[in-house]
């Protein structure tokens, strides 16, 4: 059974604090993406990676970082975090193989900046 | 913004009715995907339509689309309580030198399946 898993399901964090979000996929996926989703807002996406140590910008960088430096792992960072970071963070993974491809999601972190 | 947009935002209906949710979309696409999400969890991917398709089935559900007018719905036939959720179109392009496909999403509809 094809798995993305996600370091936390809940997060409390402080203003200005570094955060680390970590993703994990079980299914030799090339393409790795984070979203966060907020209501009235959907989903946008932050960033996503297509292979290790690659990286693009998605819709809102800014704020945040990423790594991937192994395959499977896919993590997330708040240098700094602030009040507006609180959201909902999830972490999708998709095959570069097929033409047509699904994104497989993790169960998602909530994130609450204090 | 090349997002697209669901129509109803939210639907309420009674166990047994078909549900039937909108989507619309700015650009050309490669194929529209729909997902549903449980309230607080990760996305799951329902069904996907490629550009050179109308009709869609896949158990209980039908996605139409209709390039024309960047439009797709998404039918629920004989609804469930356990249909409850949200549902999501998500439009595929092409992006950056490496061709990962990006994935954008609309705002969402709420469904309701009351008992």
């Known amino acids: 059974d094809v798995k993305v898993t996600q370091s936390s399901r809940y997060l409390v964090k402080r203003t200005g604090e570094k955060v680390f979000l970590e993703c994990v996929q079980d299914m030799d996926h090339e393409n790795m993406f984070w979203y966060r989703q907020d209501p009235g807002l959907g989903l946008r996406l932050i960033y996503f990676?297509?292979?290790?140590?690659?990286?693009e910008k998605g819709d809102i960088p800014e704020g945040y970082s990423v790594s991937r430096e192994k395959k499977e792992r896919f993590s997330l960072i708040l240098e700094s975090a602030s009040t507006n970071q609180t959201s909902m963070y999830l972490c999708a993974s998709t095959s570069a193989h097929r033409s047509y491809n699904e994104q497989f999601f993790g169960p998602g972190t909530r994130l609450t900046v204090l | 913004s090349q997002q697209g947009e669901e129509d109803p935002q939210a639907l309420s209906i009674q166990e047994g009715e078909n549900a039937t949710m909108n989507c619309s979309y700015k650009?050309?696409?490669?194929?529209l995907q729909w997902y549903r999400q449980n309230s607080g969890r990760g996305l799951v991917h329902l069904i996907l339509?490629?550009?050179?398709?109308r009709e869609k089935h896949s158990g209980r559900l039908r996605v139409t689309l209709d390039t024309s007018k960047k439009s797709s719905s998404l039918l629920i036939t004989a609804s469930r309580a356990a249909d409850t959720a949200s549902y999501f179109c998500a439009t595929v392009f092409l992006r950056g030198t490496q061709g990962a496909q990006k994935l954008v999403f609309g705002q969402g509809t709420r469904l309701t399946i009351n008992p």
């Open positions: 650009t050309s696409i490669n194929n």
């Open positions: 339509i490629r550009s050179n398709e």
């Open positions: 990676s297509y292979d290790v140590k690659m990286k």
